[in-house]
């Protein structure tokens, strides 16, 4: 079982930036796809951008595009997101999801199997 650990979260003035971290307590993450998703306040959850296992391979949602960087460090057993430019409305709660799967581009929740439980991040002047 894969326990997935989010941190990094919190206020932000337009324009600023954060970098959040996504680890696990339990097995290793480095055989695992990971993907990064946003829930605003009252919509559904986005997809934001993924990393394959071997950090070779990125996929980005257009609104993620030029702003935001996924990475990890398989030494690490880390998946970073890279947030720039952040603005109001890429407030939300954002999760990192991980599947077993060699495929870069899935964008779907129920595509992932491991979820962890969120790190909220406010972006507001």
């Known amino acids: 079982q894969v326990r997935l650990v989010e941190s990094g979260g919190g206020l932000v003035q337009p324009g600023g930036s954060l970098r959040l971290s996504c680890g696990t307590s339990g097995p290793s993450l480095s055989t695992y796809a990971v993907g990064w998703f946003r829930q605003g306040p009252q919509k559904e959850r986005e997809f934001i951008a993924a990393?394959?296992?071997?950090?070779?391979?990125?996929y980005y949602a257009d609104s993620a595009k030029g702003r935001f960087t996924v990475s990890r460090d398989n030494s690490r057993n880390t998946v970073f997101l890279q947030m720039s430019s952040l603005k109001p409305e890429d407030t939300g709660v954002y999760y990192c999801?991980?599947?077993?799967?060699?495929?870069?581009?899935?964008?779907?929740?129920?595509?992932?199997?491991?979820w962890g439980q969120g790190t909220q991040v406010t972006v507001s002047s």
């Open positions: 990393i394959n296992w071997s950090g070779h391979s990125t």
């Open positions: 999801a991980a599947h077993g799967s060699s495929t870069t581009d899935i964008v779907g929740t129920n595509e992932y199997d491991y």
